[in-house]
């Protein structure tokens, strides 16, 4: 771990803890709100432990000790991949069919569809990133355009002094700079930030995708793109998924992203967020007294209100309802 990314966590490691206990009963309760339930089995040493948490868009850090050496049995996380590395002492974790023996320059990547138990010694404190699974399967489907047949798994262990671990510290350095305590303004940023850590892990983590990734696709032809807008343009209420989209155009998930990069600059689904608050805004402009906001976003196929007035305002500038009272 680089002293730069150490001086990084300062803000972490000098917040308020979320809790802070000797009792043994207490702290597996409390680290169970925060990660996952779990059995915790209690070895040598005292119990003194602390968590302190932070967030960005939607990851947690958090930094867990437990004074005591521990054996920590959560089975299958399930709904989220785990990223941890001790900043203090070591552990050691096995992930499915692997072992690894985690220290300050050794991470562990946990996968969230596989058997895991962790068994930290006494003293250790640990860093961790918890990252829900549909963001990674919406960064594998939506941004990389992988067709995902199978749980998305990586190798368990992550050297940060390679130049790859070198820069995944940089990328979570920057989600860390505001000390979770991001301005509403900032929201889009940080996802966007969160987006670029999972597509670094993607591209430099050796996963059973990896393959798929390495193999080189087609882009789609223009006739195709054009396909898959027109089909977009009038399903703009219904549930879309790429896999749908991909049908239509009678072209793969990946030949269909990658042509939709080139051509729009987007992703097909971030160009089909694009035209659905375009017809959202249309809809505003030309709305008849009494309109509420929420039957528009309906119409326009967002089904969750508050995401897209939050998207809505980083697009142009105004919420909806604004843009609604300029009409009346």
Known sequence: MQAWFMSGLAPLQHSAPRFESRCPDQTRSETAGFLTEHRLTWNDGPVDASLRYASSHSFSFVLLKYGAAVQVSPGILEDFLLFQVPIQGRSCIRVGREYVQANPKIASVISPSLQVELDWEQGCEQFLVKIPRHRLEEVARQTLGLSLDRPIEFAAGMSLDSPHGCAWQHQIGSLLAYGGHLPPEMDQWSRQAEDNLLLHLFHTQPGNYSQQLQQSVRPASSRRVQRAEDFMRASLDEALTLEQIATAACASVRSLTLA?????????????????LEAAQQAIRHAVPGTQVSEIALRCGFNHFGRFCADYKSRFGRSPSQDLRIVD
């Open 260 to 276: 939709f990069r080139n051509e729009r600059g987007l992703s097909p689904m971030q160009f089909l967020k694009q035209i659905r």
